[in-house]
């Protein structure tokens, strides 16, 4: 943007636009350690785009490609708003970034930090100070301007980082892990800001985090990244209900997931044998294998159901006889553990109240089972 364009002039992208950033075929590596492995990823404008992983992922790799703090050992290409920035360094390139420690000047004031990019790029001290006032307003803190930064509790830091960040107004933010040094409830607090920053200002956001809670909540688009891989790319919703592998259903919080053979797979259903009984769910993978394959599937804990009794037969469900083990109380619910033919069993109760006492049967829909490669 102009130095004349204020946050305001912001306006969603047209349908269709091309991507804003575009990287074909990375490659990167530590020490002959592969950290990414032809990797391909686009953003389009105004995208709130979550790059999701373990550590050594790769994901915190790849931020640092798109910002020019890393130059890849190998890539096909690498454009920022349809512009090749493969040879263009990190301060030339239209996009800033948010760290998760913050990194301000603690010998400076709050409005000294913010302004701190723009005195750089060799901005007048007016223009400097009203668009430093601005990106305060914007992150809450339009009255902490003459703060010291030692003065601010860790939030109010963090909105300092973000408002010095979005002060140069740039095409993406890239944001690493920025909420990872928060407690609990500011951390979520945040993220309702993060969301409603990202809609007002209409800029494509690129978000680097290990919380699959945090990538559900605020994302437009996923990618999950495996071993300096992408194991699974989508919306949130598609990537929670219908992970694609095992790997991706425990990292999206699956609790119980089995190996077993596939004895049928037709019309979007599979049929799986696991510690010799049947059980039928949804298939989810990726290319169909061969029958007797080792495939993976998968039950959340909420999805579960506990019975004292044995329960009516249904088509619509698989049922397994079990035995209660342990328990764990978590306030808004109960863990409970039962034995089953196939392995202990997590069932997530929310009433514990109506819940069976001494159950003896779990049952759950198979469409709320998955079936997915192992």
């Known amino acids: 943007m102009s130095s ?38 686009s953003a389009a404008p105004g995208e709130f785009l979550t790059i999701l992983g373990e550590s050594g992922s790769g994901k915190t790799t790849l931020l640092r490609l798109i910002s020019g703090l890393e130059k890849p050992y190998r890539v096909g290409t690498l454009k920022l708003e349809g512009v090749d920035v493969r040879e263009v360094p990190a301060f030339q390139r239209n996009c800033t970034t948010v760290f998760q420690n913050y990194a301000l000047f603690p ?95 209409g800029m ?14 605020m994302s437009d688009r996923i990618i999950l990244m495996r071993k300096g891989k992408i194991e699974q790319a989508g919306p949130p919703a598609e990537i929670f209900d219908s992970p694609i592998s095992s790997f991706a259903a425990k990292f999206m919080g699956v609790d119980n997931c089995f190996e077993g053979e596939l004895d049928a797979l037709a019309d979007g259903w599979a049929s799986v044998s696991v510690g010799g009984r049947r059980i ?40 397994l006889d079990c035995v209660a083990e342990a328990s764990i109380y978590k306030g808004k619910y109960l863990d409970r553990t039962v034995k ?34 192992a």
Not at 204 to 217: D, P, R, V
Not at 359 to 364: E, I, K, L, T, Y
């Open 340 to 373: 089953t033919p196939l392995g202990p069993l997590k069932a997530r109760i929310w009433d514990a109240a109506s819940s069976a006492r001494n159950p003896s049967f779990v049952r759950w829909k198979k469409g709320d089972c998955i079936v997915m490669n």
């Open 107 to 201: 010998h400076m004031s709050v409005g000294a930090n913010v302004e701190y990019g723009l005195k750089v790029r060799g901005l007048p001290p007016k223009e400097r100070e009203a668009r430093a006032r601005e990106a305060l307003r914007l992150v809450q803190l339009q009255e902490m301007y003459d703060r010291k930064v030692h003065q601010l509790s860790g939030g109010q830091r963090q909105r300092v980082a973000l408002a010095r960040a979005l002060v140069p107004r740039p095409a993406i933010l890239l944001l690493d892990e920025p909420l990872g040094a928060l407690d609990e409830k500011l951390r979520v607090d945040m993220q309702v800001e993060l969301m409603q920053l990202h809609k007002q200002l």
């Open 280 to 319: 039928d769910g949804r298939w989810t993978g990726k290319a169909a294998p061969k029958l007797g394959s080792k495939v993976a599937v998968g039950m959340r804990a909420e999805w579960l159901q506990l019975a004292d009794t044995s329960p009516e037969p249904s088509t619509g469900h698989n049922v």
């Open 204 to 217: 494509t956001f690129i978000y680097i985090t290990h919380s699959q809670e945090e990538a559900l909540t």
């Open 4 to 41: 004349s364009t204020t946050f305001a002039d912001a306006a969603p992208a047209p349908r269709h636009a091309p991507p804003i950033l575009e990287i074909v075929n990375a490659v990167h590596a530590y020490d002959g350690v592969v950290a990414l492995d032809n990797v391909s990823v």
